[in-house]
């Protein structure tokens, strides 16, 4: 073989693999061109995917929120209820204790006047809030007068050594009936409001002098205002000229 034929020869085979590797590129490029179209659409979709997971996890972020102040709400609500209970568990043990000492100074008072109470002399009552006793006036009193007579002074000792015991504030109440102060008793008391709140203030000394504390003492007139009975009758008017005692577990101060 001449060195021209195979010149020539070498010359067919580069055209030909020239030839082949053209067709690759081409083809290469078409293949990549159709991948990049494939990778443009997932890369749009992973997008819209994403921007749907971000409104999702804002919108998750937001019930979470919601959910954790609804939670605390609850929370404050439930705690809530649970002192609510507390505090009335509380009150009713309270409750429950101040009644018991209010039965044991009413229960002890009524053991201090049994004998004043069968003769209609002394009348106790438990109140709402406190015990009340109501003493007749003629049993502590002379007519017309301020100062203890005998009786007087060894009842309300009697109720002293009960009293300086008591927790409770210890209010002495004076009322009179309706007859009007006459005569040279008006130079000392020129109406029923005197008379009546110097029989209190006699009982508060008395009180005072055998142990109750002073400031757990109050003296209080109401002249011939709330009777409790009709003054046209003597008994009426008997009944009316009184002194109460009434315990009560919260003082009224004056401030």
């Known amino acids: 073989m001449s060195i021209q034929r195979v010149n020539r020869i070498g010359v067919a085979g580069r055209g030909a693999l020239g030839i082949g590797m053209l067709s690759m590129l081409l083809l290469a490029g078409c293949v990549s061109s159709g991948k990049y179209e494939t990778l443009v659409s997932e890369r749009d979709q992973l997008a819209d995917q994403r921007a749907r997971l971000a409104e999702e996890r804002t919108q998750l ?30 009150q009713a043990a309270e409750a429950q204790a101040e009644l018991q000492r209010q039965q044991q100074v009413y229960d002890k008072l009524q053991a201090t006047f049994a004998k004043e109470q069968q003769a ?36 309300l000792t009697r109720a002293a050594a009960e009293l300086k015991s008591s927790p409770y504030q210890t209010l002495v109440a004076g009322f009179t009936d309706n007859v009007a102060i006459s005569g040279k008793l008006m130079d000392k008391y020129p109406s029923n409001w005197e008379l009546a709140a ?4 006699s009982v508060v000394r008395l009180l005072e002098r055998e142990g109750v504390a002073s400031e757990q003492l109050l003296a209080v007139s109401f002249g011939e205002n709330s ?14 000229r009184r002194i109460e005692i009434i315990l009560r577990p919260v003082a009224v101060t004056l401030d």
């Open 120 to 155: 209609n002399q002394v009348k106790i009552e438990m109140l709402k809030s406190g015990v009340k006793v109501n003493l007749a006036n003629d049993i502590l009193f002379p007519s017309g007068s301020a100062a203890l007579n005998q009786s007087g002074v060894e009842m």
């Open 227 to 240: 009777p409790v009975a009709d003054n046209g009758s003597a008994e009426g008017r008997s009944k009316n």
């Open 198 to 201: 110097a029989r209190a203030a």
């Open 61 to 90: 972020a937001k019930e979470r929120d919601l959910l954790a102040e609804e939670q605390q709400r609850l929370s404050s609500k439930v705690e809530q209820t649970e002192q609510q209970k507390q505090a009335a568990a509380r």
